[in-house]
């Protein structure tokens, strides 16, 4: 049985930290699921439109093995601000799934009460407002279910992570003979 993946979407979502996890992902044989906040298409931070697969609110945590927040400004704000998301990622995290989130989106864990005592990392320009007890500058940081990821420059070691956590590291070398990333 494949592994199921959600992607919240809100307006303002950082376009390359969204697309490369959806398409790496995808590549490797996950359904992703693209939950918009709002119907329609959602406009990302550099005015990229995007038609999520269904909405957030017709999701349940007990369909998916794995959530993936994308940054961008505003949004990581508007996805941190959506009591439905936060409930859905703390029965997540009861239940021991894989929680993901790259750049700002850090942010959204923290919303969550999930980041306290788990090692993290984030985009240096929100690294202040974070109440992690242990923070990392490596690329991609990976603690128990918990794993982040720093900017749209490290979005392709991010999705290959999630990738190696779903599928196993021969699937990540199945995925990238197609792409040749350096790994």
Same mark, same amino acid.
């Not at 859905?88 to 942010?107: G, Q, V, W, Y």
């Given at each position: 049985? *494949?592994? &199921?993946?959600?992607?919240?979407? *809100? ?8 697309? =490369?996890?959806? @398409?790496?992902? !995808? !590549? ?8 918009? =906040? ?7 931070? &550099? ?9 957030? +609110? ?9 959530? #993936?927040?994308?940054?961008?400004? %505003? ?18 995290? &009861?239940? @021991?799934? $894989? $929680?993901?989130?790259?750049?700002? *989106?850090? /942010? ?15 985009? %240096? ?10 923070? +990392?500058?490596?690329?991609?940081? #990976? @603690? ?5 990821? !720093? +900017? ?30 350096? /790994?």
């Amino acid at each position: 049985m *494949a592994q &199921r993946v959600l992607v919240p979407l *809100a307006p303002g979502f950082e376009e390359i930290e969204t697309i =490369t996890v959806v @398409d790496v992902l !995808r !590549r490797a044989g996950a359904r992703v699921t693209l939950g918009g =906040t709002e119907e329609g298409p959602l406009r990302g931070s &550099r005015g990229i439109l995007v038609m999520p697969d269904s909405a957030l +609110s017709e999701q349940s945590p007990v369909d998916y093995d794995m959530i #993936v927040l994308p940054g961008g400004q %505003p949004g990581t704000t508007n996805l941190k601000n959506n009591p439905e998301l936060i409930e859905f990622i703390k029965t997540m995290n &009861r239940e @021991d799934k $894989i $929680i993901s989130a790259i750049c700002a *989106a850090p /942010l959204v864990l923290q919303e969550a009460d999930l980041i306290k005592d788990k090692m993290i990392t984030s985009h %240096p320009s929100i690294k202040a407002e974070l109440n992690a007890k242990n923070y +990392s500058e490596s690329r991609v940081v #990976v @603690d128990g279910n918990l794993i982040t990821s !720093r +900017s749209p420059g490290t979005a392709l070691e991010f999705a290959l992570k999630l990738v190696e956590i779903l599928f196993g590291c021969e699937m990540v070398q199945k995925v990238n003979a197609g792409m040749l990333a350096r /790994l």
